[in-house]
């Protein structure tokens, strides 16, 4: 059975289109925000995804700068874009996997689209982009670590936080430097994953790791930080002696999580 993903923040929009996907055999998943859809996008893996362009909290747009930025088979995933407005189809054209689909359109339209969709591009299969772990233990019988991830780009910390939940560890997240200090301070986490950033008001690894080293309750934490292989030298400038994970796309980085002592 094809998943597929309904962003759409038109209620009455997503709910018809849900519920003829279902009649016709489809498992079908819904979010009504841009930063929702990156989380089910995620979780689920669908294998077609059907997207408007003006939604809240992030544009259909951003999504798929996300989404393609990702690598690791997640900018392989085709899209058909919903939009009312016609001026929106050159922006999306640059895509070669992503199909346009005026609003309003029939049924029989849609489903024509999504037919001629899964047809014609294949989607990526995701089995080996998280290897998942492969003893069968009862919860009780683990131990689980804590690992604070801190990050703000939602596709990756959510791939991350699924990786680590395979791994049996309890995972607390934030995109938040104050917040994430006092999740150290509150869980004394076995370890501590960094999104690497300098930006001073959004998120800076370099300050958070000089306020966990200034508290006794934190310092001896062990920090790790995470960064594309572009941003490895400043990372490595910037933060002497911490350990940086680098990453060419989401499969890369799930190669170098492996590497963490778990």
């Given at each position: 059975?094809k998943?597929i ?10 709910e ?17 925000d ?6 089910q996008?995620?979780?689920h ?9 003006l ?10 700068k ?9 900018e ?8 009312k407005?016609?001026?929106?189809r050159?922006?999306?054209?640059s ?10 359109f ?11 969709t ?10 080996d ?7 069968t233990?009862?919860p009780?019988?683990v131990k689980q670590?804590k ?13 991350i936080?699924?990786f ?9 997240q934030t ?25 001073t008001?959004t ?7 000089r306020?966990?080293?200034?508290n ?5 934490i062990r920090?790790?930080?995470?960064c594309?292989?572009?941003s ?16 060419q796309?989401?499969h890369?980085?799930t190669e ?6 778990l």
């Amino acid at each position: 059975m094809k998943k597929i993903l309904v962003v759409d923040d038109e209620l009455d929009i997503a709910e018809a289109v849900e519920d003829l996907l279902l009649q016709h055999d489809y498992e079908v998943i819904t979010a009504n925000d841009g930063v929702d859809a990156i989380r089910q996008t995620a979780i689920h893996k669908p294998d077609l995804i059907l997207l408007d362009v003006l939604l809240p909290k992030m544009t259909g747009y951003e999504f798929l700068k996300q989404l393609q930025e990702a690598g690791g088979g997640f900018e392989r995933i085709p899209v058909i874009v919903m939009s009312k407005r016609e001026s929106m189809r050159p922006f999306f054209d640059s895509w070669r996997i992503i199909e346009f689909l005026p609003k309003p359109f029939n049924h029989q339209d849609l489903l024509n689209k999504i037919n001629e969709t899964l047809g014609s591009v294949a989607a990526m299969t995701f089995d080996d982009v998280i290897p998942m772990a492969t003893e069968t233990l009862h919860p009780s019988d683990v131990k689980q670590k804590k690992i604070v991830v801190i990050g703000i780009q939602e596709f990756l910390t959510e791939r991350i936080k699924l990786f680590l939940g395979s791994r049996h560890c309890s995972v607390y997240q934030t995109g938040d430097m104050k917040e994430a200090v006092k999740l150290a301070n509150k869980h004394q986490p076995n370890l501590i994953l960094c999104e690497f950033g300098n930006e001073t008001e959004t998120l800076n690894a370099a300050v958070i790791y000089r306020n966990l080293q200034e508290n006794p309750m934190t310092r001896e934490i062990r920090f790790f930080v995470y960064c594309p292989h572009a941003s490895a030298a400043d990372a490595n400038e910037t933060l002497q002696g911490v350990s940086i994970l680098t990453y060419q796309d989401v499969h890369d980085l799930t190669e170098q999580l492996n590497t963490l002592p778990l």
